[in-house]
């Protein structure tokens, strides 16, 4: 009796060979943006994220500049195993962020939204043999395979068995040294960082648009932000309400 499974989600990694050489500067990078950073906005229990605390940018800078040549190379691989005309597409980073977990820190479940393809980098996973240093989960939200809508739900308890053609989530094992590459739209979030060390990573939003010469796919793709036109005067100075 097969079974035929279709509609796979790509999640694209490479271990980078370089990693190791680059480790401690990348490290030493972000625990000084950190210490660098706005005050702490979040609650304890999740991970610091450069994102909330004015540190997204760190494309811009050049202590970065070596995971950024690896991102732009692998994004261009894994567009092109997705079938994309290169051509076509204009890719820019449009934040990127790093997040330092520590002991029983984890990050909620999130999308990211303003972007195409989200991209994570591990500078640093606790190599401890018996604690879980937290994993990347991926969310199903089409549930493709819940035939009645709610049936896997938590409260129904009608799905008796757990298996390949149910799973509504499945955790990613982080890995030192690898990145990964995911459509940014796919709901995702970062269990407990159970050992006693830190796990730091890296985080990029990617956005495709229309290259200047690809007329006629405007429709379903973002036009280059070049031809744009931002408004002259803000909103709050041209309108006068009624
Ligand atoms: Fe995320």
């Given at each position: 009796m097969p079974i035929e499974t279709l509609f796979p989600l790509a999640i694209y990694y490479e271990d980078l060979a370089?990693?190791?050489?680059?480790q401690q500067k990348l490290l030493s990078a972000v625990l000084q943006l950190e210490r660098d950073g706005a005050e702490r906005r979040n609650y304890p229990e999740m991970a610091w994220t450069g994102d909330l605390h004015g540190v997204?940018?760190?494309?811009?800078?050049?202590?970065?500049?070596?995971?950024?040549?690896?991102?732009?190379?692998?994004?261009?691989?894994?567009?092109?195993?997705?079938?994309?005309?290169?051509?076509?597409?204009?890719?820019?980073?449009?934040?990127?962020?790093?997040i330092v977990s520590r002991t029983e820190q984890e990050i909620g479940s999130h999308c990211?939204?303003?972007?195409?393809?989200?991209?994570?980098?591990y500078i640093k996973v606790p190599a401890d043999g018996t604690y879980d240093p937290g994993r990347l989960v991926f969310f199903d939200?089409?549930?493709?395979?819940?035939?009645?809508?709610?049936?896997?739900?938590?409260?129904?308890?009608?799905v008796a068995e757990d298996s390949?053609?149910?799973?509504?989530?499945?955790a990613y094992v982080p890995v030192e040294g690898r990145l990964l590459l995911f459509p940014a739209k796919q709901r995702h979030a970062v269990t407990m960082n159970e050992t006693e060390d830190l796990r730091v990573s890296l985080s990029f939003d990617i956005v495709l648009t229309?290259?200047?010469?690809?007329?006629?796919?405007?429709?379903?793709?973002?036009?280059?932000?070049?031809?744009?036109?931002?408004?002259?005067?803000?909103?709050?100075?041209?309108?006068?309400?009624?």
């Open positions: 370089d990693a190791p050489k680059h997204e940018q760190i494309h811009t800078n050049p202590d970065f500049g070596w995971i950024v040549e690896q991102i732009e190379r692998h994004t261009a691989i894994y567009l092109l195993e997705l079938g994309v005309d290169l051509s076509k597409v204009d890719l820019y980073i449009q934040r990127a962020w790093p990211h939204n303003t972007a195409h393809i989200s991209a994570v980098y939200d089409a549930r493709v395979n819940e035939v009645s809508p709610g049936l896997g739900s938590e409260n129904t308890d009608i390949y053609f149910n799973q509504l989530q499945a229309a290259t200047g010469s690809a007329s006629g796919a405007y429709e379903f793709l973002t036009p280059p932000p070049q031809q744009w036109q931002k408004f002259k005067s803000s909103h709050s100075a041209s309108i006068e309400r009624i």
